[in-house]
Nanobody, 121 residues
Framework: VQLQESGPGLVKPSQTLSLTCTISGGSITTNYYYWSWIRQSPGKGLEWIGYISYSGSTYYIPSLKSRTSISRDTSNNQFSLQLSSVTPEDTALYYC??????????????WGQGTQVTVSS
């Protein structure tokens, strides 16, 4: 499985950050996988933003829920992140990640290479 993020590297404050993750070697609808977005800000640890599941259900962490939307395009095997009303605090390296909830393995098993997004005017 390979994951590849794409999207603008520079976003202006108050605008919407939009990223897409393209999946190869696996299907976004395969049971028991959650397709996640995780970010790492300068000097900070990893922050899980949320996911869209194999069935299409979504979850967002409470602190970002009001500004976050994760959707999918099953025909193109992609999922996307939209984060609205961004500020410089949203500047980070953004990763798309697969989380497995298979009985044989629970955890994040495949990561994209990450894409840097900077929020600046």
């Amino acid at each position: 499985v390979q994951l590849q993020e794409s999207g603008p590297g520079l976003v202006k404050p108050s605008q919407t950050l939009s990223l897409t993750c393209t999946i190869s070697g696996g299907s976004i609808t395969t049971n028991y996988y959650y397709w996640s977005w995780i970010r790492q800000s300068p000097g900070k640890g990893l922050e899980w933003i949320g996911y869209i599941s194999y069935s299409g259900s979504t979850y967002y962490i409470p602190s970002l829920k009001s500004r976050t939307s994760i959707s999918r395009d099953t025909s193109n095997n992609q999922f996307s992140l939209q984060l609205s009303s961004v500020t410089p605090e949203d500047t980070a390296l953004y990763y798309c990640v697969r989380k497995s909830i298979q009985p044989s393995f629970l955890g994040f098993d495949y990561w994209g290479q990450g894409t840097q997004v900077t929020v600046s005017s």
